[in-house]
């Protein structure tokens, strides 16, 4: 095969992936999930969307291939949705940075002081996680779950698991560091198992309701 | 012994990067003894595939399935 940035039809690869439908059309779902999340309405959701898609296709030669364009709308959405959370109440930020500080606290008490779990804590085997996808109460609970994690740990999760994008790719669309990015990951997990377990997964005589 | 708060970490971090063979035999030595940190690892890779099948519309399928 001649190399593909040789050939004429490369000045095309770059918007090729905009015209994979199926391709936008789950890169879509993502998005609306992912602004759904963070913004906590669906119709906010759907313009940030809109107005990242429109950006993309206005700037179809600004990235190549579909992981490309998918780290560059996710990069768009990201501020759409800052803009929107920045206009909508400055006392997010406060409230967010609170429940931040909560959360840790909160991670911190899984464990002893020597670092090992407290009895009370310590994960316990699941009971058919694989069923749970059929279940839509249990997508219930994971949203309920993923809802109730401090909105910067939410974010980096989502871009993780949700959107599937590298870590490297996450520190640079947020600016943070590669330790601040375990870190948070690490607590994101630790207290969203923790939530599924609690509210799902544990055996049936367990369960709080 | 690695505590199962650093052991919870490097299995959280395994799932970015690649550990280093150092960090692989202390995790591997602490998930020997923990029940508790071998159920953690088990429920990262549910977690996972949870968030994936979510993000590509499983649950709006499940709610269809029902309805």
Known sequence: MSNPEAEPAAASSSSAALQDGPFIEDLRRQMIKFATLQLGNPHWAEDAVQEALAGAYKNAGAFRGHAALKTWVFAILKNKIADVLRQRERTVEVSALLREDESADEIAALFDERGFWRAAERPVGWRDPEQAVHDRQFWRVFETCLEALPPQWARVFMMRELIELTADEICDALGITAGNLHVTLHRARLRLRRCLERNWFAEEGKRPC | ?67
Request: one cysteine or more; a positive charge; glycine letters at 4%.
């Open chain 2, 1 to 67: 012994m690695l505590s199962c708060n650093d052991a919870t970490r490097l299995l959280s971090e395994s799932q970015e990067q690649r550990l280093s063979f150092r960090e692989r035999m202390r995790l591997t030595a602490h998930l020997m003894m923990c029940s508790g940190c071998k159920n953690f690892g088990k429920h990262l890779h549910v977690v996972r595939e949870a968030a994936r099948a979510y993000a590509a519309g499983e649950d709006e399928r499940a709610d269809r399935e029902l309805s």
